[in-house]
């Protein structure tokens, strides 16, 4: 079983006072064939800019009371091009994300060619602590990792800077 968001929202609480950034590598992530949303999305549906009420409530009101705070929340992601079918849900809904303070950023993979990349998603807090969130190969969680190990934290911020540094703003990324 994944991460509870309660579980995740006490770690960035307590972790994240300067900043959150999280480094997604994968394609896809396991969607459960029940999942209401991605039916939705896949029968045409998309969420509705003026609808605040219809986005995903729990998240995004972490990230307003996380960034309201003053911690600067960032999101790179690596994708493949042409994009999965899943990168292209995600991307329908990133709207919301932003809208509610955090930064994403679209990196195509061919430009990740050269850059020193973990193994791994992670999410870095204050550029100390470090999760690593495991998936297997067919994109389900498996468990979280989480280190504070310097040398770990340091070449995760690294990796993350040069993916954002390379990265398109979701503004301006197009599918």
Not at 50 to 57: C, G, T, V
Not at 70 to 90: C, H, K, L, M, N
Not at 138 to 153: L, S
Request: charged fraction near 30%; proline fraction near 4%; charge should be negative.
């Amino acid at each position: 079983m994944a991460q509870s968001l309660h579980d995740f929202a006490e770690l960035i609480r307590r972790s994240a006072v300067r900043s959150a950034v999280h480094l997604e590598l994968r394609d896809v992530y396991a969607m459960d064939d029940e999942d209401a949303e991605f039916r939705a999305w896949r029968e045409g549906h998309r969420l509705d800019p003026d609808d605040r009420e219809s986005w995903w409530n729990p998240w995004l009101g972490l990230v307003q009371e996380i960034t309201g705070r003053g911690v600067r929340v960032r999101r790179a992601r690596i994708v493949s091009e042409p994009p999965s079918e899943y990168i292209r849900y995600e991307h329908s809904f990133t709207f919301t994300n932003v809208a509610a303070g955090e930064e994403v950023r679209w990196l195509p993979r061919r430009s990740a060619s050269g850059l020193s990349l973990p193994g791994n998603d992670f999410w870095l807090f204050d550029g100390r602590l470090v999760q690593f969130n495991v998936f297997d190969g067919d994109g389900r969680w498996v468990h979280t990792d989480r280190t504070d190990d310097r040398e770990t934290a340091g070449r995760c911020s690294a990796a993350f800077e040069a993916v954002w540094e390379r990265a398109v703003p979701h503004d301006k990324y197009t599918l």
